[in-house]
């Protein structure tokens, strides 16, 4: 049985399986919970608990880009938008099996919603720099949206993000990321928001590239 609480800046804490989350400066901790009765743990537990450790510690940079992406998806009272994240990565953004489990990034989705999609989007490092690209279409009835942009980093589990940069109508933005990148890979996604900032696009994978 979980026993969960919802904060209000949107959160988890408590027991979950095998596993405890809490919050600490900010921060969502993941530790095992004491072994209640000396049983050790079962494959599926130690698998389950290795599955929330990698969504919470992936989720931690980007907690404000997926609750900006996220913001109008349909979900149950009570609910948090963090949750729905939580769960939307744990279904369908882990790959492997116990104990080399690991995040698959093409598969994470960090926003949701009824916007246009982005077309033909692309992305290239030039002097510490992504420059996203997509296609423009003429008359778009969305041609105000604004794009979102994100980077992550695996190596230094850090991320770089915009969430209303360019006009859609535009085609292209730059995301400048830190000189500690630099030689390092980072997993990209573009998105759209609207103007108004209460829609949002699903995401876009727009693929791993070196710094």
Known sequence: MAILKHSDQGSITGAIGPVTVYQSKGQSIVRK?????????TEKQLSRQQRI?????????IKEFTYAGFRDVDRAAGVSIY?????ELLRNAITGTYPAQEIDYKNV???????K???????????GELIFHWIRTAGDFNSTDRVMLMAYCPELKE???????AKRMVGTAILTLEKSWQGKYV??????RSEGKKISA???????LKI
């Open 33 to 41: 919970r004491r072994n209640i009765g000396g049983k050790p743990s």
């Open 117 to 127: 999609t982005a077309i033909g989007a692309s992305v290239s490092a030039i002097d």
């Open 187 to 192: 997993e990209t996604y573009i998105s759209f």
């Open 109 to 115: 989705i960090l926003s949701k919603g009824a916007l």
């Open 53 to 61: 450790k990698l969504v919470v510690d992936f989720l931690r940079p």
């Open 83 to 87: 949750n729905v994240v939580t769960s």
């Open 202 to 208: 699903n995401s876009f994978y727009t693929g791993n």
């Open 159 to 165: 991320a770089a993000y915009e969430i209303s940069g």
